[in-house]
């Protein structure tokens, strides 16, 4: 029965504190604290929501978006994996390539947005280098101390058992060092994303961000459409959070981490 209840209220209460949320902003909005000029009401935004996804005008933008993330991030993860652990087994590599990483690392990627327009203009590859150039430095550190990580028992029984190069690699390095790829891969999920939007706002390449700047330019009418598109970039970043969860729990599985969030779960519900 305590179960049963505890189950209700952890699919039930997200719900309401939404549906809160959105009373609250129409309340404000449409009571005048808020000048409808600058945010417009709820219901005009989820009315806009709803004229964007009845004319399909909103599709093509989530696509050019999510062809960029994810362009991005399969190279992101590609050159991370191979570079980080290259540089995981070579401690004389590691330590030349250390204040590189940390430069770059240190760079903003919208800092550079100018140069990459002026050479790539506003296209999809503009947009994908940005993401990679945001994404793989936090990637590759944690490539490296995953790998770095690794028990050396069980690396020292697969050389004892000829496992070397590429098979070495996908079947120890690989998932020895899953728990910091997955969340490597989660934090630059995240800022890949972040990059998208903003490639597309300030450097209009196709895409959500750039439908945003189009409805900003328009004028106050076109702000509810604006904030719906805001409405829908958030909705993505969830849903993308959202997946790189499950594929956590799913891949990894029979880590002990997860093993422990059950486990937790199990006495919580009791």
């Known amino acids: 029965m305590r179960s ?8 039930t209460l997200p719900i309401v504190t939404v549906a809160v949320l959105l009373l609250a902003w129409q ?17 005009d935004t989820m009315a806009a929501l709803g004229r964007e996804v009845g004319t399909g005008r909103v599709w093509p933008a989530i696509g050019a978006t999510l062809a960029g993330w994810v362009i991005g991030m399969v190279i992101t ?3 991370g994996l191979l570079i980080g652990t290259a540089l995981a087994f070579n ?3 590691q330590r030349s390539a250390a204040p590189v990483i940390e430069i770059f690392k240190a760079i903003p990627a919208i800092a550079i947005l100018p140069l990459v327009i002026l050479i790539a203009g506003s296209t999809l590859p503009m947009k994908v280098f940005l993401v990679c150039f945001a994404a793989f430095w936090p990637f590759l550190i944690q490539v490296i101390y995953g790998v770095r990580s690794m028990d050396p028992i069980v690396l020292d029984t697969a050389r004892a058992l000829g496992v070397r190069g590429a098979r070495r690699f996908l079947m120890v390095s690989v998932p020895s060092a899953s728990p910091y790829l997955v969340t490597g891969m989660r934090i630059a999920s995240a800022q890949a994303l972040i990059l998208c939007v903003v490639a597309e706002i300030v450097g209009g390449a196709a895409g959500i961000g750039r439908n945003i700047l189009l409805a900003q330019n328009t004028g106050v009418v076109a702000y509810p459409t604006m904030y719906a598109y805001i ?4 909705i993505l970043g969830i849903a993308l959070t959202g997946a790189f ?4 729990k799913r891949v990894m599985h029979w880590h002990e981490s997860q093993r422990n969030i059950r486990e937790s779960n199990k006495v919580g519900a009791a």
């Open 77 to 79: 993860i590609l050159l």
């Open 231 to 234: 409405l829908v970039a958030g």
């Open 27 to 43: 309340a404000v909005t449409a009571g005048g604290l808020v000048s409808p000029s600058q945010f417009p009401t709820m219901t």
């Open 245 to 248: 969860f499950l594929l956590e």
């Open 4 to 11: 049963a209840s505890r189950s209700w209220l952890t699919w």
């Open 91 to 93: 401690a004389f590599a």
